[in-house]
């Protein structure tokens, strides 16, 4: 005898009645380890099985260094130009009109201005869900403004880089980016401005080369990949198997590139703590 019987043929559910699992409940960790979604983003989105730190963006970012999450933003609006009338597969324009629909984002980075423990912070931090957080003209731009921003009202500054690379699609544009972020470091540390620099996972090219690494204090998350090529690209060019762990925060600062590796749940606390150091004031 059969357990359930079926006593009409032929039943349909209509599409919007279907009872589907939604997507994002669970997270799976490069490890297999599978993690609750609601877990993972009150653990600051770093596995409690393998505290494996999941890419996140300048929201989540934000979140986490200011206090109950209150800041203004700086230059939200600043949006990408096409001088070159560039054209790969698809046109550079069409490009920038889709990353913005897909991410809400108006470009690669975002400029927050608010309190971290109760003094002003200022940050920029590389969202990579945009053009794999390409460096281009408008990154340039308002990392530059942030930088004026600090030096005009007196507050220290940190950059949080999460990025592919200068962005090809504007091609000399973006390289002069290097020169303008650094030009505008050194105005920073002529005002004895002290800066941060996070290098998240990844951290790579042109904003390898400039930025990220002129940090009074370089720092990055666990694990993230940092370097100029990728690992791939710099086996190819040298024909030579790479030591284990190469490009990895814990392989940089062995060798003398970083100054500390920061776990997410600390980061709040250490660059608040660097900062009182620095300006040899009360620790918070």
């Known amino acids: 005898m059969s357990w359930f019987k079926r006593k009409e043929k032929g039943i349909t559910t209509a599409t919007e009645d279907k009872m589907d699992v939604p997507k994002g409940l669970w997270y799976k960790s490069p490890t297999g380890k599978i993690v609750d979604a609601e877990e993972l983003a009150r653990n600051l989105w770093v596995s409690p099985e393998d505290d494996f730190h999941v890419r996140i963006g300048s929201a989540e970012y934000f979140q986490i260094l200011f206090d109950n999450n209150e800041f203004v933003e700086l230059d939200e609006n600043m949006t990408a130009k096409d001088p070159l009338g560039f054209v790969d597969t698809k046109k550079y324009s069409d490009r920038l009109v889709d990353a913005i629909s897909k991410t809400k984002l108006k470009d690669a980075v975002r400029t927050g201005v608010g309190k971290s423990k109760g003094k002003d912070l200022v940050v920029c931090c590389m969202d990579f869900a945009f053009i794999g957080g390409s460096m281009g003209a408008v990154v340039g731009e308002k990392i530059a403004r942030g930088i004026d921003h600090s030096i005009k009202n007196n507050i220290p500054f940190v950059m949080i880089s999460k990025s592919g690379g200068a962005r090809m699609m504007e091609a000399a544009y973006s390289l002069m980016q290097l020169a303008k972020t650094s030009a505008k470091l050194a105005q920073l540390a002529e005002a004895q401005i002290p800066y941060i620099s996070l290098c998240t996972d990844p951290t790579t090219g042109g904003t390898t080369a400039s930025y990220a690494m002129l940090g009074d204090i370089n720092i990055a998350e666990p694990g993230a990949l940092i370097g100029f090529a990728g690992p791939r690209v710099v086996k190819d060019t040298t024909g030579k198997d790479l030591p284990e762990g190469f490009q990895t925060s814990e392989f940089l600062l062995e060798h003398g590139f970083l100054d500390f590796i920061t776990p997410r749940k ?19």
């Open 266 to 284: 600390e980061l709040k606390d250490k660059i608040n703590l660097y900062l009182d150091l620095i300006l040899n004031q009360e620790i918070r």
